[in-house]
């Protein structure tokens, strides 16, 4: 794996220190972004090496069915059912470089919380 923070997250995901959720839609917005051949034009990993590794980590988070449609109305329509899934599963935390879009949202649930790749790793 890389360097940084976010890959030190999905490193500790794979050490099991916590259990991200997934449920449909972040699976299809993984399997398009893996689609997406200019992303990866750098990457150490080819397309059937980046498709096992998301297989592997498929296998270490917590399938999350979102029945309600909360709605958070974020400023990046597309970006709701991030907010939805945590809701449904129960989550304390969003770890993501969006902060800006995700904590735009209209609809607050506070036992949310949105933070950074850095700030999660300082939890651990």
């Known amino acids: 794996m890389g360097v940084g923070a976010s890959n030190a997250v999905i490193r500790a995901c794979f050490e099991h220190k916590f259990t991200p959720l997934i449920g449909a839609t ?4 993984y399997e398009a972004v893996l689609g997406r051949e200019a ?3 750098k990457s150490r990993l080819n397309a059937i090496e980046r498709e096992s590794l998301l297989d592997i980590f498929l296998t270490l988070c917590e399938w999350t069915k979102v029945y ?7 400023s990046d329509e597309s970006d709701n059912h991030l907010i939805e899934l945590a809701v449904a599963g129960d989550a304390k935390l969003i770890v ?13 649930f506070p036992a949310l919380s949105i ?4 700030d999660f790793l300082k939890e651990l």
């Open 26 to 29: 972040l699976l299809t917005e």
């Open 39 to 41: 992303l990866f034009t």
């Open 68 to 74: 309600y449609l909360w709605r958070p109305n974020l």
């Open 96 to 108: 993501t470089r969006n902060m800006r879009d995700l904590q735009s949202s209209q609809l607050l």
């Open 115 to 118: 933070i950074s790749p850095e």
